[in-house]
């Protein structure tokens, strides 16, 4: 089988499928040649800097734009015909909910357009409404209209859910809540692709990361792979009388950030900052030597001076 023809075969079984995307607003290039397939199961987290390009992807896979250039498929099906027979569900950052109706009302409203929706009391039930049914969409919180943004996407019992900052005005405990009803969600195989700025979300949910910058995906893989691309290791230590600078001169140094005295090192070499450390200052204690995290390799492959 040719790689032209392995590459079609997977695309015929793919949940979503991005061949040569391209979304330009004048000399903006808001998406400039995005590739991405999602297998059916997958929780993918989409990740960038704002302006990166995530929200206009996510409007073009969801039919709200045209792009440019490129095709997209969802389950074999144009995004519009996707939505239109209820295989997609989305939750976008902002959308009015109607003043004048219950939630119960709302979401029953939005089931009624739907082939063949989820039981209203259901769909209550796994958005964790199920209390607020009664009550009207200017009593709520800014956290729990996002969890009744998220009923109305559930509501059409959709293969695909489309998340673009679900959490946004949710508080902690509400947060958790919300990623519980997403994990039974995907328990029945589902999949889900979701924009967030918070990475832990993404380390702890996402069997897969794909990083956005300027447009294009620059990173694509598990965690552990996306993290394994950035190279070196960070050391945290308390450090007495240490300025930057003199951190910064040590062997094996690449970047520091101090606080008072709580020292972060980011390293090239980290056997080699730890001894030169210690020699520098032999009082300096609580040493911990970690591999790069998340959020390290997303500032250093989404910052401007990363390569390409």
């Given at each position: ?129 199920a209390d607020l049914a009664d009550r009207r969409s200017t009593k709520l919180s800014g956290g729990q209209k996002q969890r009744v943004r998220f009923a109305l996407a ?110 972060v090192l980011t390293c090239d070499d980290s056997d080699l900052a730890v001894r030169a450390l210690l020699h520098t200052f032999p009082q300096a204690r609580d040493i ?12 250093a492959l989404t910052s401007e001076g990363a390569q390409s």
């Amino acid at each position: 089988m040719t790689d032209t023809t392995s590459r079609q075969a997977v695309r015929n079984g793919a949940a979503v499928s991005i061949a040569g995307l391209r979304k330009h607003y004048g000399e903006v290039r808001a998406v400039d040649g995005v590739n991405l397939v999602i297998a059916p199961g997958e929780v993918v987290a989409l990740l960038g800097p704002n302006g990166a390009g995530k929200s206009t992807t996510v409007d073009m896979l969801l039919g709200l734009s045209k792009p440019d250039a490129g095709d997209i498929t969802v389950f074999g099906q144009t995004p519009r015909q996707a939505v239109s027979a209820g295989s997609i569900g989305a939750m976008l950052q902002t959308g009015a909910l109607l003043e004048d109706a219950t939630v119960a009302e709302t979401v029953g409203l939005f089931a009624a357009l739907h082939h063949r929706p989820l039981p209203l009391a259901e769909a209550l039930e796994r958005a964790g409404i199920a209390d607020l049914a009664d009550r009207r969409s200017t009593k709520l919180s800014g956290g729990q209209k996002q969890r009744v943004r998220f009923a109305l996407a559930l509501v059409s019992d959709p293969d695909l859910m489309v998340l673009d900052e679900p959490t946004v005005a949710m508080d902690v405990e509400t947060r958790r809540q919300f990623w519980r009803s997403m994990r039974h969600f995907t328990d029945s195989g589902r999949t889900v692709l979701f924009a967030t700025h918070y990475l832990e979300e993404a380390q702890e949910f996402a069997d897969r990361v794909v990083l956005m910058r300027s447009g294009r995906i620059v990173a694509d893989g598990s965690v552990a792979e996306v993290r394994a691309m950035v190279s070196g290791r960070t050391l945290r230590a308390i450090v007495s009388g240490a300025t930057e600078g003199t951190l910064a001169n040590l062997a094996g140094v690449r970047a520091v950030e101090l606080r008072g005295e709580q020292a972060v090192l980011t390293c090239d070499d980290s056997d080699l900052a730890v001894r030169a450390l210690l020699h520098t200052f032999p009082q300096a204690r609580d040493i911990e030597i970690n591999a790069v995290g998340l959020e390290d390799a997303f500032l250093a492959l989404t910052s401007e001076g990363a390569q390409s």
